[in-house]
């Protein structure tokens, strides 16, 4: 039988959702992206100014807006708010928009951890039909390594206690049938 996966605290793990762990990395990788965009392009618009970064990228806009009016303030003898100003100043800020609009959608984003895409055995009773489904998986994929078996039939005659994967040709444990209470 197959080495059982464990964690530091012998903690039996079902399965590891790769797919949705590399989405949500790709995702987050694109919040860096943006936020790296974000600085250049206010370092561009105003070379000489000193950012605080928590504050920009809670509200990119309205924090611009702050920055413009700190960095023209001695010129600005009608305290005109920084939208106003940069009207007046010719300050295309158009690139700045479409990036925060961009970044609006995925500020809220943290870096994934593998460990949240871990499902794991909680009990007894679904450590039993953990194992019975990987003695299913481990005795489907040695058969069919010799024979042809059809893996959507298959899965319907055991009562959905294995997957069958289609890009790789393998049987796997169904996660739904261990965690559920109905068998």
Same mark, same amino acid.
């Given at each position: 039988?197959?080495?059982?996966?464990?964690?530091?605290?012998?903690?039996?793990?079902?399965?590891?959702?790769?797919?949705?762990?590399?989405?949500? @990395?790709?995702?987050?990788? %694109?919040?860096?992206?943006?936020?790296?965009?974000?600085?250049?392009?206010?370092?561009?618009?105003?070379?000489?100014?000193?950012?605080?970064?928590?504050?920009?990228?809670?509200?990119?806009?309205?924090?611009?807006?702050?920055?413009?009016?700190?960095?023209?303030?001695?010129?600005?003898?009608?305290?005109?708010?920084? !939208?106003?100003?940069?009207?007046?100043?010719?300050?295309?800020?158009?690139?700045?928009?479409?990036?925060?609009?961009?970044?609006? %959608?995925?500020?809220?984003?943290?870096?994934?951890?593998?460990?949240?895409?871990?499902?794991?055995?909680?009990?007894?009773?679904?450590?039993?039909?953990?194992?019975?489904?990987?003695?299913?998986?481990?005795?489907?994929?040695?058969? !069919?390594?010799?024979?042809?078996?059809?893996?959507?039939?298959?899965? @319907?005659?055991?009562?959905?206690?294995?997957?069958?994967?289609?890009?790789? @040709?393998?049987?796997?444990?169904?996660?739904?049938?261990?965690?559920?209470?109905?068998?």
């Amino acid at each position: 039988m197959a080495k059982q996966h464990t964690t530091t605290d012998n903690r039996t793990i079902i399965k590891v959702d790769r797919k949705a762990y590399e989405i949500e @990395q790709i995702n987050y990788n %694109k919040k860096v992206q943006l936020e790296d965009a974000i600085l250049k392009e206010v370092y561009r618009l105003l070379p000489d100014v000193k950012i605080n970064e928590t504050n920009l990228f809670n509200d990119v806009l309205s924090e611009f807006n702050t920055l413009v009016e700190l960095v023209y303030k001695d010129t600005n003898p009608m305290r005109l708010k920084g !939208s106003k100003l940069m009207e007046l100043l010719e300050i295309d800020a158009s690139n700045l928009v479409v990036v925060s609009t961009e970044y609006d %959608k995925v500020k809220h984003l943290t870096q994934p951890n593998i460990d949240d895409f871990y499902t794991y055995v909680d009990n007894e009773a679904e450590y039993k039909r953990y194992i019975l489904c990987k003695k299913v998986a481990n005795l489907l994929n040695e058969v !069919s390594t010799e024979h042809q078996i059809f893996g959507l039939q298959i899965t @319907q005659g055991f009562n959905h206690l294995v997957n069958f994967n289609m890009e790789n @040709q393998e049987y796997f444990v169904n996660v739904p049938f261990i965690k559920s209470t109905r068998y």
